[in-house]
């Protein structure tokens, strides 16, 4: 226990030298229900506890071994259809029999462990059946079960909490399990072997399984190899308590066993240690999932890929995962050097000295000499460590418990190879990362399930280009990837996505294809001046010779405002690796009179100094873009002032609904929605234009600043043909009489203030010295209030009031001004107009 503490000790040093991680922040997050990223379920109320998928060859079909049940689904379409759902549940006699046996109920079921193509016509599959496994034969085009049932013992767990692997190669099931009902007696083995090949298991040797958990198993045909993953507790490091090791284990498929030495047995089986650390850093020793990348296409298998996540067995690790890439190649060389050998006296390893009499995991050993097996036999556990490629980790995350991956090589349109990791979190999320040169960007995130899942598989269909994600809940799947989200050409570079680049003919972000080259996209560099500026010329004459695409470009919004009030401007993020700026032509933001907000809005209180006019900026990768304009003017109108106005330092966020959709719930909020608006002419007997309520999430940002344009285009159009227009928006009963009782709400509630006033001026004159201008006569008090309405705007994601929409008459003057504004002071909008060109040009 003493080098508990002293391990400890180290490892807090150690942890302490690390070198500062970075933060992995996914570029744009799709929370559950975003419609940039559409996830297609399945679930049935009958249905759970999802615990492996099994995709067709072609991808039409997935099947799903889940609780009590094996399911068929159609997935060539859009929709997951279910074709047939066989039943295969535990006769009650077993299920009572299991639970007098001390099992829980729930725990009784039969839970499908086991599920993979046996050969053209039949697919076999392992349940835990009640604490008693048993294996059947699907025939998969009628797919029905047959009635023959194998036993389970050593092809499946008994207890469905623990970890299993299985592989079916040439008709022969091979398995990596606990074999025995108290889940001691772990095993690799053969079954189903038939003439020469019969069915083998690992010896009973001391050492050859350490209380493992198998996470998985690969064949490599030009091996004819099996390759196990699974974590054990590492003996060889006796010095500390329950080391837990990951390790590689292989076999050779042709392997039949000893003939005296060895009967029944592998003669083939030696495991490795597989290391994921960085020099100066703790290990992330245990292995949590891993896949296979197959060579890039002329290479040899040597250079195929294992892409492992790998967690920390120590607290102060907790939380974080890594993720470590293996060659091939190096673990055939660990496995062709030295072994170790166990002292049986002493247990304790150590590295065998005297003459190697042969080659252990050596394929072909079968006849060989007594000696030689029994060399073999105690020779299994290499002596070298498999180190991760480069010697370093790919990725680490401080933040995201990544349980499982899946990963693919994708052509982009440059022709060159990226390599992209599909990472499942702990949290509902899955992180598609692409790896870089300088480091690892995650693309996106997508939240596929909102309560933590004990059960999880991940599965990616190359040539259908989706993901499947079952749980206990069902089966979800969506695309890898939706170029059409990213709406501009520097969207689409910035994203850095292989599968997507931006079509210049088609001004659209496309699918990228081998016969579609002309694509810009940068994924090493994300640049967009460098990828977009080799637009197309027409694209640039027909908008003018320094115009940028108008999506790029919002309009200008204008803003009356009292003095005194606190103004709060909303800029909209690009993506969240986005940084906003604020700037106003010919003057500079000092810090005494704005508050920049965490959601990028900048806050201020209206003074003569503070009116005219804001641009927000949106810096990513070197790129600038504007996100909003906004021209603050003094209102004229003492009438559109509202009672609430009033009682100083009362917060008014000024924000239009457009405004709120734009900040876009920031980048990670829950969707909201868009309130309902109806935009009508009054007197006019032109039919109603009513937008109805959108769903609004994650970057909506360019369409939604779209139909903004389109909106406030509409409203100029209007104005300008000199028609006296009135807009009415929100929950709007604009009566008469609601008009008279605001008027007489004014009355009282000038009173009032007026009352307040006396008293404050009282107070004031006590506490706060007068100062000279406006501005400089907040108090910290205000700064709170600011600050306070921040807190509150977040938490209920909604602004407190969303001045112009409220019923009482307001919004008609204030646009009545507006109107006005325009037509009579045409240099407002030319000064708007003037900005906007600054803002889109000048970067
Ligand atoms: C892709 O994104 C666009 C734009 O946000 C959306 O309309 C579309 O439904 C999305 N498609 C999928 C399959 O998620
Ligand atoms: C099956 O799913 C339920 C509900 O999510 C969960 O509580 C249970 O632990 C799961 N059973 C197993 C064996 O994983
Ligand atoms: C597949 O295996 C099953 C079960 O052993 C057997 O009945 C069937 O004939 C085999 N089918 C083919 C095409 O070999
Ligand atoms: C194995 O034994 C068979 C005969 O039993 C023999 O024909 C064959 O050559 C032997 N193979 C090796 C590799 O020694």
């Known amino acids: 226990m003493k080098y508990h503490t002293l391990l400890s000790l180290i490892v807090a040093l150690l942890d302490f030298m690390s070198p500062g991680l970075t933060r992995l922040n996914p570029r744009v997050s799709f929370p559950m229900g975003s419609p940039g990223r559409h996830l297609t379920c399945f679930s049935n109320h009958d249905v759970s506890n999802t615990t492996v998928l099994l995709l067709s060859e072609d991808g039409n079909m997935l099947y799903v071994g889940a609780r009590d049940a094996v399911l068929a689904l159609n997935v060539s379409q859009d929709d997951i259809i279910l074709k047939t759902k066989l039943k295969w549940s535990p006769p009650n006699k077993d299920l009572e029999q299991c639970s007098m046996k001390g099992k829980k109920m729930t725990d009784c079921p039969n839970f499908i462990r086991v599920l993979q193509f046996l050969n053209n016509s039949h697919i076999y599959a392992c349940g835990t059946f009640a604490f008693s496994p048993r294996c059947t034969y699907i025939e998969s085009k009628t797919f029905t079960m047959s009635l023959k049932y194998d036993e389970g013992r050593g092809r499946c767990p008994y207890d469905p909490y623990q970890r299993n ?116 850093e703790l290990p992330y020793n245990v292995i949590q999932d891993i896949d296979i990348l197959p060579p890039a296409e002329g290479a040899t298998s040597d250079d195929t890929l294992f892409y492992g996540i790998f967690t920390s067995q120590w607290s102060i690790n907790s939380g974080r995962s890594a993720v470590c890439s293996f060659r091939l190649t190096d673990i055939k060389t660990v496995f062709s050097s030295n072994y170790k050998v166990l002292n049986r006296d002493t247990l304790k390893w150590s590295v065998r000295v005297q003459e190697k009499v042969a080659n252990p995991g050596q394929c072909g050993l079968h006849n060989a000499s007594d000696n030689t097996l029994r060399f073999v036999k105690e020779s299994f556990l290499a002596d070298d460590i498999v180190r991760p490629v480069g010697r370093r980790l790919t990725l680490v995350s401080t933040e995201h418990n990544y349980s499982h991956l899946t990963v693919q090589r994708v052509q982009a349109a440059n022709s060159r190879h990226y390599t992209i990791l599909f990472l499942l979190s702990d949290s509902g999320y899955l992180h598609k990362a692409v790896l870089l040169q300088s480091g690892v960007h995650i693309i996106e995130e997508v939240q596929v399930f909102e309560q933590p899942q004990p059960i999880k598989t991940l599965k990616l269909s190359i040539p259908k280009a989706t993901i499947y994600i079952g749980t206990s809940e069902g089966v979800v799947k969506f695309s890898t990837a939706n170029c059409s989200f990213y709406w501009t050409c520097a969207q689409c570079v910035l994203a850095r996505d292989p599968f997507c680049g931006w079509d210049p003919s088609s001004r659209a972000c496309v699918w990228v ?13 994300g640049n967009v001046e460098e990828a977009c500026n080799s637009l197309s010329v027409s694209h640039r004459t027909r908008f003018g010779p320094n115009k940028l695409p108008a999506a790029s470009c919002p309009a200008g919004e204008l803003l009356s405002v009292s003095l005194n009030e606190v103004v709060r401007l909303s800029c909209p993020a690009s993506s969240q690796l986005s940084q906003q700026l604020w700037e106003r032509p010919n003057s500079r933001l000092s810090a005494n009179l704005y508050l920049h907000l965490q959601d990028g809005s900048l806050s201020f209180v209206a003074t003569p100094a503070t009116l005219g006019h804001y641009i927000c900026l949106s810096t990513e990768n070197g790129y600038q873009q504007t996100m909003a304009i906004y021209h603050i003017k003094q209102k004229t109108t003492p009438l559109a002032e509202t009672p609430t106005t009033y009682t100083w330092p009362q917060i008014h966020p000024i924000q239009t609904t457009q405004a709120v959709v734009r900040a876009g719930s920031g980048l990670h909020a829950s969707s909201g929605t868009w309130p309902k608006r109806t935009e009508s002419k009054l007197g006019n007997s032109k039919p109603t234009l009513t937008i109805k309520g959108t769903k609004v999430t994650t970057g909506q940002l360019g369409r939604n600043l779209t139909l903004w344009k389109e909106e406030s285009e509409q409203k100029e159009a209007e104005f300008q043909d000199g028609e006296h227009v009135k807009v009415a928006r929100g929950h709007c009963y604009l009566k008469e009489l609601i008009v008279v009782s605001v008027l007489l709400l004014l009355c009282l509630s000038l009173l009032i203030i007026l009352l307040m006033y006396v008293i404050r001026q009282r107070l004031h004159s006590r506490t706060v010295p007068q100062t000279g201008t406006p501005s400089d006569r907040r108090t910290s008090l205000e700064w709170e209030a600011l600050r306070g309405n921040t807190s509150s705007i977040k938490s209920n994601g909604k602004p407190l009031h969303r001045r112009g929409f409220d019923c009482n008459g307001t919004l008609i003057g204030s646009n009545g001004n507006l109107g006005n504004a325009q037509s009579k002071h045409p240099e407002h909008m030319n000064a708007i107009d003037e900005t906007r060109d600054k803002g889109c040009h000048s970067r």
């Open 165 to 280: 692997t299985a592989i079916i190669i040439d008709g022969e099931l091979y398995t990596g399990t606990v074999a025995d009902y108290r889940g001691n007696r772990p095993v690799i083995s053969r079954h189903l072997s038939e003439g020469k090949h019969v069915d083998l298991k690992l010896d009973d040797t001391l050492g050859w399984l350490e209380d493992p958990t198998f996470i998985s198993s690969s064949f490599i045909p030009e091996e004819e190899k099996i390759y196990f993953f699974f974590s054990e507790v590492g003996r060889e490091y006796d010095f500390i308590d329950r080391f837990i090791v990951s390790r590689v284990s292989q076999i050779c498929v042709n392997d039949v066993g000893g003939q005296r030495t060895l009967q029944r047995r592998w003669t083939t089986f030696v495991k490795a240690q597989l290391l994921c650390q960085t020099d100066n």
């Open 513 to 525: 294809s081998k016969n579609n080259t002309t694509l810009c996209q940068d994924i090493d560099k």
